[in-house]
């Protein structure tokens, strides 16, 4: 394979369960960091559903898979 005019590539390894997803995640947040909508995209990427579970004292929101 013979690839042209290609100046630079990045390129993420490691093994398993190192945080090579949570890196690419945190970009794609970054590069829109001012629209709230991307954090429930990441959760549908991972196949969380956006849903709110409410219980007394506790709210579960969409960022809350994001942090632990």
């Given at each position: 394979m013979k690839l042209t005019d290609l100046?630079?590539?990045n390129?993420?390894?490691g093994k398993n369960n190192v945080g090579k997803?949570?890196?690419l995640e945190a970009i794609?947040?970054?590069c829109g960091a001012y629209n709230?909508?991307?954090t429930l995209r990441v959760n549908a990427f991972r196949?969380?559903?956006a849903i709110k579970i409410e219980l007394p004292g506790w709210t579960?929101?969409?960022w809350?898979?994001?942090f632990n």
């Open positions: 100046d630079q590539v390129l993420i390894a997803t949570a890196l794609f947040l970054h709230p909508e991307l196949g969380i559903e579960e929101t969409p809350d898979a994001l």
